[in-house]
């Protein structure tokens, strides 16, 4: 599942630009915007984070969503990846930008 | 006396819930800074052997100052790193140069360990055609 995501992390090698999930693929960026495409597992993303997705879509890395991530869908995301990779603590905060 | 054997072999790690892991990046990009193109993290109680990586670059224009490009797969235990695939090189001014390290793996990488690809371009101008990926087989610890 393609979702724009928020970018993080500075371009330097010790904090290299990257989405903050456990596992994606194929990240597109836009350093000006902060926001990132990427590929994520479906496993990895709970259905009410994937209904979000499709009801606002995206297609570009500059338009701005027309209402903003709901934190706690997004509390509800990072919940949810830590009960999908069980490492002990909610690690990864991801969210759609 | 009956002899009876406690022994049960265990299922090769193939046959563990097995399933295949693949990260990629492919893309013509300019100049950029170090950007993580894909991770892949083993979840509680799963192995991941990293099997196979592919690490390609094009150059599809010139740049104006060609810079270092770096291309890397890298494995990471949250304190320590290390390259298992790289291309770190400046640029070539040749349309269609051609770089790559393609390899065969054979590395484990345990539970909360990831695998992650990231490239960069230090160039001014151009751009570059750029291939990254691995596929690993992750399965039951």
Known sequence: MIIRLALIGSGTTSDPYRVDLPTYSGVVTDETTGRAFADVPAIDVSLDVAAFVAAYPTYDLVTPLPVPFPPALANAWAEHLARQYDLGNARWKPVIF | ?141
């Open chain 2, 1 to 141: 006396m009956k002899v009876t054997s406690y022994a049960v072999a265990r299922p090769a790690a193939y046959d563990r819930t097995a399933v295949s892991t693949f990260g990629s990046y492919d893309a013509l990009v300019g100049p950029h800074t170090i950007t993580v193109r894909f991770t892949s993290t083993v979840a509680a109680n799963r192995k991941m052997l990293v099997e196979s990586i592919c690490i390609e670059s094009v150059t599809f224009s010139a740049a104006t100052v060609p810079g270092r490009r770096i291309m890397y797969v890298r494995i990471n235990n949250g304190t320590n790193e290390m390259d298992i695939g790289r291309i770190d090189s400046t640029v070539s001014a040749t349309v269609g140069n051609y770089v790559a390290d393609i390899r065969f793996a054979s590395v484990t990488i345990y539970t909360g360990e990831y695998v992650y690809g990231a490239t960069s371009d230090g160039s001014t101008g151009g751009a570059q055609s750029m291939t990254l990926a691995f596929k690993g087989t992750t399965f039951d610890s």
